[in-house]
């Protein structure tokens, strides 16, 4: 099993900037890949961002170039800079990891005003 325990969400005025972070523990020899999800109100859950252990990454085209996904390995935690926000980044962020098998985090509120 992987525990992942997210913060640094909020509310923030458009055009602000936020930091999640997201730290695993538990079986963290079964990640390979770390993540971020979101999820609006009445959407589907999306993928924002993954990175690799070896630091390979994949971002959606429409966060690229505002959002930055990085991770410490040694601490077995991912960050998502997010910069530029937008309201329609107003979502749940969801923290996912694994490898074979994937975990989520609990969620954390993200809010971006106009």
């Known amino acids: 099993q992987v525990q992942l325990v997210e913060s640094g969400g909020g509310l923030v005025q458009a055009g602000g900037s936020l930091r999640l972070s997201c730290a695993a523990s538990?079986?963290?020899?079964?990640?390979?890949?770390m993540g971020w999800y979101r999820q609006a109100p009445g959407k589907q859950r999306e993928l924002v961002a993954t990175i690799a252990r070896g630091g390979s990454t994949n971002i959606a085209d429409s966060v690229k170039g505002r959002f930055t996904i990085s991770r410490d390995n040694a601490k077995m935690t991912v960050y998502l800079q997010m910069n530029s926000l937008k309201p329609e980044d107003t979502a749940v962020y969801y923290c996912?990891?694994?490898?074979?098998?994937?975990?989520w985090g609990q969620g954390t509120q993200v809010t971006v005003s106009s």
């Open positions: 996912n990891a694994g490898s074979n098998r994937y975990f």
């Open positions: 538990g079986s963290i020899f079964s990640i390979n890949t």
